[in-house]
């Protein structure tokens, strides 16, 4: 064992501080400091941390040999153990290999070759929810290390581009002197935790939710086992306010709910709960479903949790196309996993039936841009339109000065790649309004503009078919030359089968596709929903040439127009029209 170090002076230790010196430096004594050998390979055991060396190694039970590639990266060397690795990186302005690809991703850097050949940032932005000063800090971080821009995600999230890798670790480092992280932001992690962005100024919303989605956020961080998992995961929580957070396109959606005074026996107090959906998926083509859970609001944190690990324990390591929360429910039942969800925690787990529960009513569709007023007397939010999500240096700092001089220094972030000022008294709001124009952003919508969302498209993702922001905002400026619909409409652009901007739940939806002689173009599906329109989407035009699409797409908002009955939405009337009837339409 080893024994505490001489100073040289014989400072005289007690028997009982040399036994706890020796107990603090035994652990030391049989392994090296973390280190890097010339070969790259850090000096400690940093392999995945659980595993038993000395049985047939496996993970949760599959055996080594059957795991797939980026499972046998994490057993080799587990990603949170390689800063190390990101400084060496750092000092030799080098991009990492694939394997470290993968691993750089649990620090939320993205090397996106042959897209960009650079860095891209992902945070963490738990509830969507931000101060004046770290977005002036992270504008700045774009300025002096990136591109100088950012991207507002469709989790309420940011993305910050191009970065070199010499710049990895100051990118970290002064990330977290912002009080922000993007520890865990990609791979098989958790991502960003999204809730209501009118959380706690709504004057609809049963409950502010941000303190559980922040709970789960910190939770998260401090757990070890709750990273490396089969595949990504994503959670978000409903307020039941004015705008909706997607919360059934989540693997985990907590919504909040009201239950009313009830005489029967078992019943539960009156009060606000959440019930739990799980299984959403979209870019598969399912959305979370009820489980008839209801969970009091202090339990939905450790409910999360429980129901991560069953899925960390139990989901598949072998087939990444099959490794999502979706499949094991299919696999398994939602009761089996329900039953493997209370066995991890220590009180029990409620059911009750939804028609019981007062459920949050339909969210206000484009509530998200535009002067709304909160629950606090006096005072307004402002929802800021942005192009497609991007954000130049001079927006954003505009941006965070309004909202330390119009607000109280907040801003939200929301699903909908849009900005919310909060706070704003009423006597300002004309002011302010005239400020957020002076950046070249708005706060009007139209109903044919005021839904349309992008992904990253291809000229930062290196799956992307499309680049769907420049023709997002090639669409806005279309669109708004035609008369718009009697009710608003959500267009959605995603360059792959990925879906990040959730085609499949748009009114409209496009995916891009590389056409036969290599031009750009989309498949188009039609009269996708979420909430209370929740539905997927029908592929109506496969192939259409990018210079097509905004004829096409004025000419289906027209045919909406001119043939719907009084009331109907687009997605109702869509609905009631097959397939080959809605070609005809579109196609006379």
């Not at 000092?91 to 750089?104: G, H, K, N």
């Not at 700045?140 to 993305?159: C, K, P, S």
């Not at 000229?459 to 997002?472: E, I, Q, S, V």
Request: proline share 5%; net charge neutral.
């Amino acid at each position: 064992m080893a024994t505490a170090p001489s100073t040289g002076h014989e400072p005289g230790f007690s028997a009982e501080q040399i036994g706890w010196l020796e107990s603090f430096f035994a652990p030391l004594a049989d392994r090296p400091f973390v280190g890097l050998l010339p070969n790259g390979q850090l000096t400690s055991d940093s392999s995945a941390a659980g595993t038993n060396q000395a049985a047939e190694p496996a993970i949760f039970g599959t055996p080594l040999a059957d795991v797939s590639k980026p499972e046998r990266w994490k057993y080799d060397e587990n990603p949170l153990d390689i800063w190390d690795k990101l400084v060496a990186h750092a000092d030799a302005d080098r991009f990492p290999d694939e394997a470290d690809t993968f691993r750089f991703k649990f620090h939320g850097l993205f090397y996106v070759a042959p897209a960009q050949d650079s860095f891209m940032l992902r945070l963490r932005i738990p509830a969507g929810e931000l101060t004046a000063e770290q977005l002036h800090g992270l504008t700045d971080l774009a300025e002096d290390l990136g591109g100088g821009y950012l991207h507002v995600t469709t989790r309420a999230n940011f993305q910050v581009r191009e970065f070199r890798p010499k710049g990895i670790v100051r990118v970290l480092t002064r990330l977290q002197e912002l009080g922000l992280t993007s520890r865990g932001s990609g791979a098989d992690n958790i991502r960003n935790i999204t809730a209501s962005p009118t959380s706690g100024f709504d004057p609809g919303e049963f409950l502010d939710v941000r303190p559980f989605a922040k709970g789960l956020h910190h939770y998260i961080l401090n757990q070890r086992d709750l990273y490396g998992l089969p595949r990504k995961f994503n959670v978000a929580f409903e307020s039941g306010g004015a705008i909706c957070t997607a919360a059934d396109t989540n693997d985990i959606g907590f919504v909040a709910c009201r239950v009313r005074d009830n005489a029967a026996p078992g019943s539960p107090e009156a009060g606000i709960y959440f019930r739990v959906q799980l299984g959403g998926i979209t870019g598969h083509k399912d959305f979370a479903r009820d489980t008839g859970l209801l969970v009091r609001p202090s339990d939905a944190v450790a409910v999360a949790a429980a129901m991560i690990r069953v899925f960390s324990e139990q989901g598949d390591r072998t087939d990444r196309k099959k490794a999502r929360l979706k499949y094991l429910l299919e696999r398994w039942g939602v009761e089996k996993y329900l039953e493997a969800t209370a066995q991890k925690l220590a009180f029990p787990l409620r059911r009750w039936p939804l028609a019981q529960c007062e459920m949050p009513r339909a969210e206000v569709k484009h509530g998200w841009i535009g002067v709304t007023k909160q629950s606090q007397r006096g005072f307004c939010a402002i929802g800021v339109r942005t192009p497609a999500g991007r954000l130049s240096g001079r927006q954003a700092h505009g941006l965070a000065d309004l909202a330390k001089r119009f607000g109280k220094g907040e801003l939200r972030l929301t699903v909908w790649q849009n900005l919310i000022v909060p706070h704003v008294p009423e006597s300002q709001v004309d002011d302010a309004i005239r400020a957020v124009h002076k950046l070249g952003l708005g706060t009007e919508s139209d109903n044919a503009t005021g839904g349309i969302i992008a992904c990253t498209g291809k000229m930062g993702c290196r799956y992307a078919a499309a680049d769907t922001k420049a023709h997002a905002a090639a669409l806005t400026k279309a669109l708004q030359k035609i008369k718009e619909p009697e009710f608003p409409v959500n267009i959605h652009f995603t360059g792959c089968p990925h879906s990040c901007a959730q085609h499949y739940c748009g009114d409209i939806g496009l995916v891009g596709a590389k056409l036969s002689d290599g031009a750009e173009g989309y498949h188009v599906v039609i009269g996708g929903g979420m909430g209370a329109e929740q539905g997927i989407a029908r592929e109506i035009f496969r192939g259409i040439r990018i210079e097509e699409v905004n004829p096409l797409i004025a000419r289906i908002l027209e045919c909406y127009r001119s043939h719907h009955a009084a009331g109907e939405t687009f997605v109702q009337w869509s609905r009631r029209h097959s397939v080959g009837e809605l070609q005809e339409i579109f196609s006379d």
